[in-house]
């Protein structure tokens, strides 16, 4: 009945705003964390593992977002997030409304994704594919 709402030859455009979105979304946490840009993830100092999270965050958001080594940075990331979600968010409930983990959840599926498709159009990693 919604065949044809959006037609299957955006696809490759959806892709790529999917990418592009989802990596600009990952490297604003990451910047929050370093460099308190739009806002701070906190006042305290960073731990170690703050400080690495903050860094593959933000390198890591805007190679997704170029789509350059998008595959491996896209694996790297998608274990980030379950280990956040683990370590930070199932502690406090076993349910991700209650323990805020849904982007975490959401990112780690959104980059398991791309670990399997790749970056698609519009990327870094076609281009050097051509």
Same mark, same amino acid.
């Given at each position: 009945?919604?065949? #044809?709402? !959006?037609?299957?030859?955006?696809? +490759?455009?959806?892709? *790529? /705003?999917?990418?592009?979105?989802?990596?600009?979304? &990952?490297?604003?946490? $990451?910047? =929050?964390?370093? &460099?308190?840009?739009?806002?701070? *993830?906190?006042?305290?100092?960073? =731990?170690?593992?703050?400080?690495? /999270? #903050?860094?593959?965050?933000?390198?890591? #958001?805007?190679?997704?977002?170029? #789509?350059? @080594?998008?595959?491996?940075? %896209?694996?790297?990331?998608? $274990?980030?997030? *379950?280990? %956040?979600?683990?370590?930070?968010?199932?502690?406090?409930?076993?349910?991700?409304? !209650?323990?805020? $983990?849904? %982007?975490?959840?959401? @990112?780690? &599926?959104?980059?398991? &994704? @791309?670990? *399997? %498709? $790749?970056?698609? +159009?519009?990327?870094?990693?076609?281009?050097?594919?051509?």
């Amino acid at each position: 009945m919604l065949n #044809g709402i !959006i037609p299957s030859s955006w696809q +490759p455009q959806l892709h *790529a /705003a999917l990418r592009i979105f989802s990596g600009l979304l &990952f490297l604003e946490h $990451g910047t =929050s964390k370093l &460099f308190h840009w739009p806002t701070s *993830a906190g006042d305290q100092p960073l =731990s170690t593992l703050l400080l690495v /999270a #903050g860094v593959l965050e933000t390198v890591g #958001g805007l190679l997704i977002t170029v #789509g350059f @080594f998008t595959r491996y940075v %896209a694996f790297v990331l998608a $274990g980030e997030m *379950a280990v %956040a979600y683990f370590m930070a968010h199932m502690p406090n409930s076993i349910y991700p409304l !209650i323990n805020h $983990g849904e %982007a975490a959840i959401l @990112f780690c &599926f959104i980059f398991l &994704f @791309f670990a *399997a %498709a $790749g970056a698609g +159009p519009y990327s870094v990693d076609q281009n050097r594919n051509s």
